[in-house]
C-alpha cells in the first residue's frame, strides 16, 4: 500500500512569510509525528498526534508553529513568519501499534532566504 | 530524559569490508531501539528494531545489531558491505511505558563505502 506522503517536497519562501506544510499518513494509522532535521540540531521531535488530538507539543520550538489534524488523517505543519533558522527538512512519521515503529514519508525541504 | 550517542560521525569503509556503527543511550527507564537508514533526500527507513528477547536483533540487508543492556548500548554491524550502502545510519530510542512516544534520535553516521 502507499506510504506516508509529504508535500510540497521542496519549498522555498522568504523571511516572514507563513508556509504550510502537509503530511498524509499510511490509512489506519493512528498516531502521527512531526519531526524536524537540520544541520545543526540534526533530527528533533516537534509534535505528536493520537487522531485529532496532539498530547504532545513539546517539541515546537516557538509560537510560530503550529499543527492540526483532522479526519484523523492528514496534517498540516503551519509556521507563520518563517526565519532563516527555520530552514531544515521536516519529516513526517505514522504508526498503528504501541511499539512504536514509525514509518517515515520523504520530507518537505524547506529554504527560507 | 533520554538521550542517544553515536561516537562516530564518519565512517569510510571499503566495499566487502565489515562495519560496525556505534551507539549508546541513556534513560532511567526502559526503551525499546532502533535504527534507521536514510538514502540521499530520502525519509528514514526501519533497518531493525529491537523490542524485548533476544538481544541480537536481525534486520533488513544484512544489518545486526546487539543490545547490550550493561553497557547501555546498541552497535549497528554488517558482515560484508555494498556500495548501495552508502547512506546516513540513526540510532533512536523511545520509551517503553508510554503510549506514542516520540523517537529521540543520536546525531547519525555517514557510511561511505568505497570500492
Known amino acids: 500500500g502507499a506510504g506516508v506522503s509529504q508535500s510540497p517536497s521542496n519549498k522555498v519562501t522568504e523571511k516572514g512569510k507563513d508556509v504550510e506544510l502537509r503530511c498524509d499518513p499510511i490509512s489506519g494509522h493512528t498516531a502521527l509525528y512531526w519531526y524536524r532535521q537540520s544541520l545543526g540540531q540534526g533530527l528533533e521531535f516537534l509534535i505528536y498526534f493520537q487522531g485529532n488530538s496532539a498530547p504532545d507539543k513539546s517539541g515546537l520550538p516557538s509560537d510560530r508553529f503550529s499543527a492540526e489534524r483532522t479526519g484523523g488523517s492528514v496534517s498540516t505543519l503551519t509556521i507563520q513568519r518563517t526565519q532563516q533558522e527555520d530552514s531544515a527538512v521536516y519529516l513526517c512519521?505514522?504508526?498503528?501499534?504501541?511499539?512504536?515503529?514509525?514509518?517515515f514519508g520523504a520530507g518537505t525541504r524547506l529554504s527560507v532566504l | 530524559a533520554q538521550s542517544v550517542t553515536q561516537l562516530d560521525s564518519q565512517v569510510p569503509v571499503f566495499e566487502e569490508a565489515p562495519v560496525e556503527l556505534r551507539c549508546n543511550y541513556s534513560?532511567?527507564?526502559?526503551?525499546?531501539l532502533f535504527w534507521y537508514v536514510q538514502y540521499p533526500n530520502q525519509g528514514l527507513q526501519l533497518l531493525l528494531k529491537y523490542l524485548s528477547g533476544s538481544t541480537l536483533v536481525k534486520g533488513i540487508n544484512g544489518f545486526e545489531a546487539e543490545f547490550n543492556k550493561s553497557q547501555t548500548s546498541f552497535h549497528l554491524r554488517k558482515p560484508s558491505v555494498h556500495i548501495s550502502d552508502t547512506a546516513e545510519y540513526f540510532c533512536a530510542v523511545s520509551l517503553i511505558k508510554a503510549a506514542g512516544n516520540k523517537l529521540t534520535f543520536g546525531g547519525g553516521t555517514r557510511v561511505l563505502v568505497k570500492p
Open positions: 534513560s532511567s527507564v526502559s526503551v525499546y
Open positions: 512519521a505514522s504508526t498503528w501499534d504501541t511499539k512504536n515503529i514509525q514509518y
